[in-house]
């Protein structure tokens, strides 16, 4: 055993004892630190099921939705992606391939030699996802047969029955960023660290939902949308509260709140929009 190990072990024994020492105290303790300043998480609850994703993961995870939603596909399309994503890459918009890829790029692992596209273009989330719904539309039945199989006539894997592993993530993932499960995705984040930016969520919602009329004005973006489309926008919005700064997301009858941590809460109607709030900045 290696003296870093030796150390490891050492350090584990000394916090079990600790902990049994601390009894109740401690429990009650720790439990309070996690439920406040624990890890950033996104959690989709969908029939029963909870699946979670850091924030990075998540706004890749939404993206993906996102042209999905934009592209009038059914939502079995982006499960299939979700999951083809988070086999292929981890849901990272990744510049390096592997050793049975070693030009692989991007979140789908595309390869220019392949002829998904340049480099340059495969980096891009928003093309790399395009190219991918691209070629799975043109699977015959792939709304019905297994994901594993979509998905393997799209990649040409080496490892086929891989993307299996993440079907059920896969599909609640879909189910709530495509905005067919109603407030079943929050995220658990730290306080915004600075003003959130306005423009850059318009920026960046007009390239992911295209159709959709933006308004709004000083720290607010409306969105003028109604149904599961709603959903889905809202649920985008929360999955890039940390990127962007976003505190609050109004719509329908639910808000979510960045300080509350545990998800979304009944409110007033507020009709046909939803409504996102960004972090005015320490002091403000």
Not at 111 to 117: A, E, K, T, V
Not at 153 to 165: G, H, I, K, L, N
């Amino acid at each position: 055993m290696s003296r870093r190990r030796h150390l490891r072990l050492w350090i584990t024994l000394v916090l079990v004892a600790s902990l049994v020492a601390g009894g109740i105290w401690v429990a009650v303790q720790l439990t309070h630190t996690i439920s406040a300043d624990g890890p950033e998480l996104c959690t989709a609850d969908v029939s029963g099921q909870k699946f979670q994703l850091t924030p990075e993961q998540s706004a890749y995870a939404s993206l993906i939705s996102a042209v999905g939603v934009s592209r009038e596909l059914p939502p079995r399309a982006s499960s299939i992606a979700i999951a083809t994503a988070i086999q292929e890459s981890n849901l990272r918009n990744l510049n390096y391939g592997d050793a049975a890829g070693p030009d692989s790029r991007g979140l789908f692992q595309q390869r220019p030699s392949q002829g998904w596209g340049t480099e340059a273009q495969i980096m891009d989330p928003y093309f790399s996802t395009a190219t991918f719904y691209k070629a799975l539309v043109k699977v015959p039945n792939y709304q019905s047969i297994p994901l594993t199989e979509a998905a393997q006539t799209v990649q040409r894997s080496a490892f086929p029955e891989a993307y299996a592993d993440h079907e059920s993530e896969g599909r609640a993932f879909a189910s709530s960023l495509t905005g067919q499960s109603p407030a079943s995705f929050s995220c658990s984040l730290a306080p915004a660290s600075g003003a959130g930016d306005p423009q850059a969520v318009r920026k960046e919602l007009a390239k992911a939902f295209p159709h959709l009329g933006l308004e709004g004005s000083g720290r607010e973006v409306r969105v003028d949308v109604s149904g599961t489309t709603g959903w889905a926008v809202a649920h985008w919005a929360v999955a890039h509260a940390k990127t962007y700064g976003i505190d609050r997301v109004d719509y329908n009858t639910q808000t979510w709140l960045r300080e509350n941590r545990d998800g979304w809460r009944s409110t007033h109607s507020l009709g046909q929009q939803v409504v996102i709030t960004l972090a005015s900045g320490p002091g403000a």
